[in-house]
């Protein structure tokens, strides 16, 4: 079975400091795709990166960077220099095929300070 | 650009009515899916359906049924809505056996769901 878990419920910064959202995973598959998705309080969703799991080089776009990590099946999410903007939910999601149903984290509930 | 439209942002239903959740989307994907999200809970799967007239259960299916007659249209019934139904419904799709990097499902707005 699949599991994801983002075992901070809520952070809270001060705007221009760097934060880490965290996500670990559980899959017993070989191949699986990892996604960060953010909610802002209007309730959309909104995709932010997808990674497989034959491809273990992190990603920087922009202010937002991914470190993924097979040997300790985590995915985290880095947000540097944070601006209120940010403030939102922060979903960690994984599914076993391309396309196929994800399976969510509780998400992370960022809130951004001036 | 993909786009999921579920026909109703804010509904508010009374207990024991029958509810319709639509859901539309127009790029000829396979696969479609019902989710619901509660606070602290994220999203979980209610069904999902890989093509039409096919549909298997998610993780909480109790309380709902599905209907896919045509390809692009994804309906979530609650056959007799109860309160603690009440909740925000999220619908998506996706194309089958997409490999290609970049984002493969797309979700709708969400739909508020208030049973009283």
């Known amino acids: 079975a699949q599991k994801v878990t983002q075992a901070q419920t809520e952070i809270s910064v001060v705007e221009k400091e760097d934060v880490t959202l965290d996500c670990v995973y559980e899959?017993?598959?070989?191949?699986?795709?990892l996604f960060w998705y953010k909610q802002p309080p209007s309730g959309e969703l909104v995709f932010l990166i997808r990674?497989?799991?034959?491809?273990?080089q992190n990603e920087i776009s922009g202010r937002y960077s991914w470190n993924f990590q097979k040997s300790t099946s985590s995915f985290n999410f880095t947000i540097t220099a944070s601006q209120v903007v940010d403030s939102a939910v922060y979903f960690c999601a994984l599914s076993e095929h391309s396309g196929y149903a994800l399976n969510f984290g509780k998400g992370t509930s960022l809130l951004v300070t001036p | 650009d993909v786009k999921v439209t579920q026909s109703s942002r804010y509904l508010v239903k009374r207990t024991g009515e029958k509810v319709f959740l639509e859901c539309v989307q127009d790029m000829d994907h396979e696969n479609m899916f019902w989710y619901r999200q509660d606070p602290g809970l994220g999203l979980r799967l209610i069904y999902f359906s890989y093509d039409v007239k096919m549909k298997e259960k998610g993780d909480i299916p109790e309380g709902y049924s599905v209907s896919r007659e045509k390809k692009e249209r994804f309906s979530l019934i609650l056959e007799s809505a109860s309160t603690n139904q009440t909740s925000m419904y999220l619908c998506?799709?996706?194309?089958?056996?997409?490999?290609?990097?970049?984002?493969?499902?797309?979700f709708g707005e969400g739909s508020w769901l208030t049973v009283v």
């Open positions: 990674r497989n799991s034959f491809d273990e």
């Open positions: 998506a799709s996706s194309p089958f056996g997409q490999r290609a990097s970049g984002n493969t499902i797309y």
């Open positions: 899959t017993r598959d070989t191949t699986y795709y």
